[in-house]
């Protein structure tokens, strides 16, 4: 791995010419009191460096005679690292990751100058920790009191995002296989979950069984909360509390991924808790079936990442007038999204380090992002009923036999050069297949 965290590199520093890319580790994050979740690297700064430590800081500098890349770390502590565990240390930031200078977080004011001063830019993403942003912010300001007396330093600073997220967009060989194997156990554990489901059993239960299989087959754990929705629970959209028991006749919608290596999974499935669905929820399931395998075909290399949404819309608004859930003309109802009340989110998202991943889905109103092999998105329709929806004026009063149903179906999809592969294809999601 080290050698694709180098390419990266190189292949950020060729982008940024004669400035100097700085980026921060993420900061430890506390659960309470005094006891701190798990460390989650920034993404940035792990696709970058593969360093998985707190108080990092990592420089690119590639205009600088000696020291293109730079790593400012925690030193060694031996009493720390017995309290809170083992610390890189300065000289295997060299060695290990593959800097070519290290020093001691602590010195970092009075390094980084060097890294920066005869830059034309700094790139830097201002985050949420306030005070590390006005500390890059204080250098920048020092160097252009001085730049009239030297003629040479930073002139401005542009966020590192939309060149290092261009990058990562596009997945390589090897994040590739990291991702096929976070599907594989998304998948494991969702197969596990609809075998383990019945009536009775409390959703919390349904989600031990899932998460159990992230961890024993290496996963480092949930990509996000788990969503274990039980009949009307399914209509909201990040429902975690995952306490109700389950009852018969009624659906269970879960949206469950696992991480694994730092790479994530985003699986959603619903099915009957009983085994059978009811008329009305077969006929609001197959809408939403439907309108995810028209999204799926448009994902095709060369094509707008808008047409899997606008192509679920589509389908979605077709049915619910059928169904007589809202009336009127199909492009009309479109739009002005009166589709809305019944299926309020977008049809997927990028994915990659980041659940959620970082990259745009548009160029401005009239320039699309069009698709291309190696990214890896998610396609995720659904239809909701929410309770006590409030009709348009110009709409029907909801039938209360629709009331509280909900349903998502979310694949896991990567553009190949000839079409598309759903990773996530082996959790059934035909009616016949999820029925039993």
Not at 351 to 372: A, F, S, T
Request: charged letters at 25%.
């Amino acid at each position: 791995m080290q050698a694709e965290y180098r390419q990266r590199r190189e292949q950020l520093m060729s982008k940024i010419g004669s400035g100097t890319a700085i980026f921060r580790s993420a900061p430890s994050s506390v659960m309470h009191n005094d006891v701190e979740y798990n460390y989650r690297q920034d993404s940035d700064f792990f696709y970058l460096t593969g360093f998985n430590e707190a108080q990092a800081v990592a420089v690119l500098a590639p205009h600088h005679a000696e020291h293109r890349f730079v790593l400012f770390v925690q030193p060694k502590d031996r009493e720390k690292e017995v309290w809170s565990g083992y610390r890189c240390g300065i000289e295997a930031a060299k060695e290990v990751y593959g800097a070519d200078e290290a020093y001691p977080i602590a010195e970092l004011d009075e390094k980084l100058t060097q890294y920066i001063e005869k830059a034309e830019r700094i790139y830097y993403h201002l985050g949420r920790d306030r005070s590390f942003n006005d500390k890059i912010l204080n250098h920048w300001q020092g160097l252009m009191r001085t730049y009239p007396k030297r003629g040479t330093g930073p002139i401005g600073i542009e966020d590192s995002g939309p060149i290092l997220h261009s990058m990562r967009l596009v997945k390589s060989p090897t994040e590739l296989e990291l991702m096929r194997k976070a599907a594989d156990i998304g998948v494991e554990a969702h197969i596990r979950a609809m075998e383990f489901t019945q009536p009775g059993r409390y959703e919390y239960e349904i989600q031990a069984e899932i998460e159990h299989i992230f961890k024993k087959r290496g996963g480092i754990g949930p990509a996000y909360p788990s969503i274990v929705a039980s009949g009307a629970n399914a209509c909201v959209l990040h429902y975690v509390e995952n306490t109700r028991q389950m009852q018969d006749k009624e659906l269970l919608l879960i949206d469950a991924g696992c991480a694994y290596g730092y790479y994530n999974s985003d699986i959603t499935r619903t099915f009957p808790v009983g085994g059978k669905f009811t008329a009305e929820q077969k006929a609001l399931y197959e809408i939403v079936l439907e309108a995810q395998l028209a999204a799926l075909a448009q994902v095709q290399p060369g094509k707008p990442y808008k047409n899997i949404h606008d192509t679920a819309v589509r389908v979605l608004t077709s049915g619910l007038v059928e169904l007589g859930i809202i009336k009127g003309e199909i492009d009309k109802l479109i739009e002005e999204e009166k589709y809305k009340p019944f299926y309020m989110h977008r049809t997927g998202h990028w994915l990659g380090l980041d659940v959620h991943d970082v990259g745009v889905y548009q160029h401005g109103d009239d320039n699309p992002q069009i698709l291309q092999p190696g990214q890896v998105l998610t396609v995720e329709p659904g239809l909701y009923i929410v309770p006590d929806t409030k009709p348009a004026e110009d709409q029907p009063e909801i039938d209360p036999r629709w009331v509280g149903i909900g349903i998502r179906i979310e694949d896991d999809v990567l553009v190949t050069p000839d079409g598309h592969d759903v990773l996530t294809a082996k959790v059934p999601k035909a009616i016949a297949s999820v029925e039993r």
